[in-house]
């Protein structure tokens, strides 16, 4: 099995030319309905929900970078996984990672319990514990890959190798690792998910979800659930998500290099009392990032860390300058987030304390800005 990474070429010629005029970029168009010369033999696009060019040229780009047979693109990243979550039925169970972005927590004890879908979170970096939740009803694992907020690394070979001994579908969520470090569906994950709101649309403008199946199968059933439920992404917003696709990997690189300098630099820092970033060589999860990634272009833009004082995050966020505070993570600014209150305020205080998201913790997607500036912003804000 071919794990090889598309290289920074494939994310600018993924795009193919405009047929009609070959323009260089896609054509937005928002017709919503095609006049059928011959209504009994109707060409390929026919009724906006079902099929839209300018959103099709994202899905194919996305398929095309990720190696499956078929992309996706939603209307948001939550969209993309209640799409997946529909792929199962009542009374099937499914594996989730413990460490998750609130929203998918939210959904599935709010929306999904109702249907009788039952889950169980586990620690997708302990692959040796797995067996112990599977039960004879589950059908699928959902990995989040880099967790979050503490950005475990799951080892995806591993995980599809256990999975799929026992018949379970694998879905990852890699939103925070992207496809220009990895690609799971070439090491056989079933289907790769993505907040496009993030990352891949990268400029904080746009809200997306995206998904890439490897077998025809399950493209199938994926797109008689977006067809059938409808959370489809505009045509304006894919050509956002698509400019976005393009230039994913100068702005990984870039952020990348600045979130290691940074995670350096809170690593020696006194009010730090924990820091949890994969390109670490003291992050758990670090060998099995640099064995399952393309690691020699980065470890992500995404660190977190733990304050020793609780009573210095307030002053922390008081004394930053150009960072931005609030939810949201993947664009050109760099932006903290309080995990409490933001990513993380879909959960329970009692899930919230299970999983030790506790008023300390501080989690930075890492901007495009001057990475002397990034770092000197933090050092700054956290000086006594
Ligand atoms: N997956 C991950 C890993 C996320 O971080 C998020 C949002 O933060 C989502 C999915 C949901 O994406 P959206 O906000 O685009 O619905």
């Known amino acids: 099995m071919s794990t090889k990474k598309p290289s920074d070429t494939t994310f600018v010629h993924a795009s193919q030319l405009d047929p009609q005029l070959s323009a260089v970029v896609p054509p937005i168009y928002r017709a919503t309905t095609y006049h059928q010369t ?9 009724y906006a929900r079902s099929g839209n060019p ?13 190696g499956g047979v078929r992309g996706f693109a939603f209307a948001s990243g939550m969209a993309a996984l209640t799409a997946t979550f529909l792929l199962l039925s009542a009374g099937d169970h499914l594996l989730v990672t413990r460490d998750c972005q609130g929203g998918t927590q939210r959904v599935l004890r709010g929306v999904f319990s109702r ?21 004879p009803n589950t059908r699928a694992i959902l990995v989040e890959n880099f967790s979050n907020p503490f950005l475990h690394v799951a080892h995806v070979p591993a995980i599809v190798d256990w999975a799929h001994r026992h018949q379970l579908s694998v879905w990852i969520d890699n939103t925070f690792v992207t496809p220009y470090l990895q690609n799971p569906l070439t090491m056989g994950a079933d289907l790769v ?4 709101t993030k990352m891949i649309g990268g400029h904080s403008d746009v809200t997306a979800g995206l998904a890439v199946a490897r077998t025809q199968e399950l493209a199938q059933q994926l797109y008689f659930i977006q067809n059938a439920c409808g959370p489809i992404l505009s045509p304006d917003d894919s050509y956002l998500v698509h400019r976005g696709l393009r230039t994913l990997p100068v702005r990984m690189r870039q952020a990348s290099q600045t979130a290691m300098a940074l995670a350096l630099a809170l690593t020696s820092h006194p009010a730090v009392s924990q820091v949890f970033y994969p390109g670490l060589p003291s992050h758990p999860g670090h060998a099995v990032a640099n064995e399952t990634m393309a690691t020699d272009k980065g470890f992500g833009q995404m660190v977190t860390f733990r304050l020793k004082d609780v009573a210095s995050v307030p002053r922390l966020a008081e004394r930053l300058h150009f960072a931005r505070i609030g939810a949201g993570l993947g664009g050109a600014e760099t932006i903290v987030s309080l995990p409490e209150l933001h990513c993380h305020a879909a959960l329970t205080q009692e899930e919230r304390n299970e999983r030790q998201i506790t008023s300390d913790v501080v989690r930075v997607s890492v901007g495009l800005e001057d990475p002397t500036d990034v770092v000197a912003e933090f050092l700054n804000a956290l000086q006594n």
């Open 38 to 46: 011959n209504p009994w033999a109707p060409s390929s696009f026919d």
């Open 54 to 66: 300018t959103r099709e040229a994202l899905e194919t780009a996305m398929a095309t970078i990720e």
């Open 115 to 135: 249907f009788n879908i039952a889950v169980t979170y586990v620690d997708t970096d302990q692959v040796e514990d797995l067996d112990r939740a599977i039960e």
């Open 193 to 196: 998910l993505h907040s496009g």
